[in-house]
């Protein structure tokens, strides 16, 4: 009997070595035997929800090109979002809250809402910035600014551009808004001039209000008028605690097919100076979808597609990431290199320096998600695949708590999405196994960057 048992215990220690060699694989190449995925050039990650977020529905909406969503949390973790049902609407819903409470900021006479961007200010006042289509070639688009506090239900609008006649037609494009602690504006959008179906120029422009003054001003950040290049097809503006501004964008030089190339830019203008302009990547096939962020430190994080290989007619994007401390140079690294990811991102940091992104996988029609935690490494997850098309136009917020918050448009349903992790749900995913004739459990989970073990052996 005890020579059987003995038996038993080698056999047991010898399964255990195995698994534990499987583990050490899985830390250092993400090969696991439980669902891990990676190589030596990944971070290991999750890649399943595992029920961590909480999705519902915002609304139902018409059909549209441009349901443009965008999502800002308040002091007191109230969820705020407005997006575009053929008028430009808000959404409210407080953190434990059950329904939303939608209402109507503009239901244009003439025209078709397409971009829209919301953030707030330090009381919790909402700050909306959008556009407005006129598809007839003589009648200029119009950029709009909608504003409430947080106890006023009634929106005060006014029209920011255009502001004086222009012989042709001024279409806008994708916007972006930031309010600072003092309460001050800032916009950044495209402006483009058609004269009789002829181009004319394409511009990235700038607008600023002061809080306790009336007028915008408006000034030009880069123009071309050269009809084979584009500016800010995607754009995004932040400010820093010392009021540095930075606006990063897509600046498109089309060359001929599958000979394009497409460059992420930076412009920022520090305080008591002039614009100046860089190029953050210069791989000729990055910069769509980019999206800012700015740290407590005055870090700069920047979410984005690069596309790979422009010169074939199927490129197989994926995610990048730039990063630039306050005094350091750019940073540049690939977040998510599955094929065919990367498009609609949208980038948070958190009050520990844990930086989000949320964007949409195109192979699969699903909206996808990626964490790092300070100084960590990458976590990449599918938030919902519930649909065919599900995910694009995503826009991320982090609460004070550490939840994260995702407002989206799910094309196959067409409705505004929203996926929410509380903090308690932290980045985990676990597991056991009970093997026959034995009695060995084994269970994993990667939490914020580290891989955590547990072996059981229950000898007899």
């Given at each position: 009997?005890k020579?059987?048992?003995?038996k ?5 220690v010898a399964?255990?070595v ?26 290991p990650?999750?890649?399943?929800n ?9 609304a ?10 965008s ?7 109230g ?6 049902d053929?008028s430009i609407?808000?959404?409210y819903?407080?953190?434990n809250g059950k329904y939303?409470n939608?209402?109507i ?6 025209g ?10 330090a009381?919790?006042g ?6 407005i289509?006129k598809s ?12 409430k506090s947080?106890?006023?239900?009634s929106?005060?609008i006014?029209?920011?551009a ?12 994708d916007?972006s808004i ?5 309460k001050?504006?800032y916009?950044?959008y495209?402006?483009a001039?058609?004269?009789?179906s002829?181009f004319?120029?394409d ?8 809080s306790?003054?009336?007028?915008w ?11 084979s ?5 995607s ?6 605690s ?16 599958y000979?394009d190339k ?8 520090l ?8 190029i953050?990547?210069?791989?000729a096939?990055?910069?769509e ?13 920047i979410?984005y ?6 010169s074939?007619?199927?490129p197989?994007s994926?995610l990048k990431y730039a990063?630039?401390?306050k ?6 690294s690939?977040v998510d290199?599955?094929?065919k990811?990367?498009?609609w991102?949208s980038?948070a940091?958190d009050?520990?320096?844990g930086?989000?992104i949320s ?5 699969n ?8 935690p300070?100084n ?6 599918t938030?919902?695949?519930s ?7 995503s ?8 939840g994260v918050?995702?407002?989206?448009y799910?094309?196959s ?5 929203y ?6 749900n932290s ?5 056991q196994?009970n ?6 459990s084994f269970?994993?989970?990667y939490?914020a ?12």
């Amino acid at each position: 009997m005890k020579s059987e048992h003995s038996k038993l215990s080698t056999k047991k220690v010898a399964l255990l070595v195995i698994i534990v060699g499987i583990v050490v694989a899985g830390g250092m190449l993400g090969i696991f035997l439980i669902k891990f995925s990676g190589n030596q050039n990944e971070n290991p990650g999750i890649t399943e929800n595992e029920n961590m977020w909480q999705i519902s529905t915002v609304a139902h909406i018409s059909p549209t090109d441009y349901p443009s969503p965008s999502i800002a949390v308040d002091s007191r973790c109230g969820i705020h979002i407005c997006f575009n049902d053929g008028s430009i609407k808000y959404a409210y819903k407080p953190l434990n809250g059950k329904y939303w409470n939608i209402s109507i900021i503009e239901n244009p006479n003439s025209g078709i809402p397409k971009y829209c961007s919301l953030t707030l200010d330090a009381n919790d006042g909402v700050h909306v910035c959008y556009t407005i289509h006129k598809s007839d070639m003589k009648i200029d688009d119009v950029l709009k600014y909608a504003h409430k506090s947080r106890e006023n239900n009634s929106w005060k609008i006014i029209q920011i551009a255009p502001t004086e006649d222009t012989k042709g037609k001024i279409t806008f494009g994708d916007v972006s808004i930031f309010v600072d602690s003092k309460k001050d504006i800032y916009i950044c959008y495209r402006e483009a001039l058609v004269n009789s179906s002829t181009f004319i120029y394409d511009s990235l422009k700038y607008c600023f209000k002061q809080s306790n003054q009336e007028g915008w001003k408006i000034s030009t950040i880069e123009y071309t008028n050269n009809s084979s290049k584009s500016i800010a097809a995607s754009s995004s503006i932040g400010v820093d605690s010392q009021g540095n501004i930075y606006i990063v964008y897509s600046y498109w030089n089309y060359w001929m097919v599958y000979k394009d190339k497409i460059y992420l830019k930076c412009a920022y203008k520090l305080e008591g100076n002039s614009w100046k302009i860089t190029i953050v990547d210069n791989s000729a096939t990055a910069g769509e979808y980019c999206s800012l962020a700015i740290d407590s430190n005055n870090g700069i994080h920047i979410s984005y597609m690069d596309y790979v290989n422009l010169s074939s007619p199927n490129p197989k994007s994926v995610l990048k990431y730039a990063y630039k401390s306050k005094d350091g140079d750019w940073e540049i690294s690939v977040v998510d290199p599955t094929p065919k990811v990367g498009g609609w991102t949208s980038i948070a940091v958190d009050q520990k320096g844990g930086v989000h992104i949320s964007y949409y996988d195109y192979k699969n029609g699903s909206l996808k998600y990626a964490y790092k935690p300070k100084n960590g490494s990458w976590i990449t997850m599918t938030v919902d695949n519930s649909a065919p098309v599900v995910g694009e136009y995503s826009s991320i917020a982090v609460d004070k708590e550490g939840g994260v918050h995702i407002v989206y448009y799910a094309h196959s349903q067409r409705a505004i999405k929203y996926a929410y992790k509380p903090p308690s749900n932290s980045f985990t995913k676990n597991t056991q196994k009970n093997f026959t004739d034995s009695n060995i459990s084994f269970s994993y989970s990667y939490i914020a960057g580290e891989w955590k073990i547990r072996f059981k052996v229950m000898d007899i």
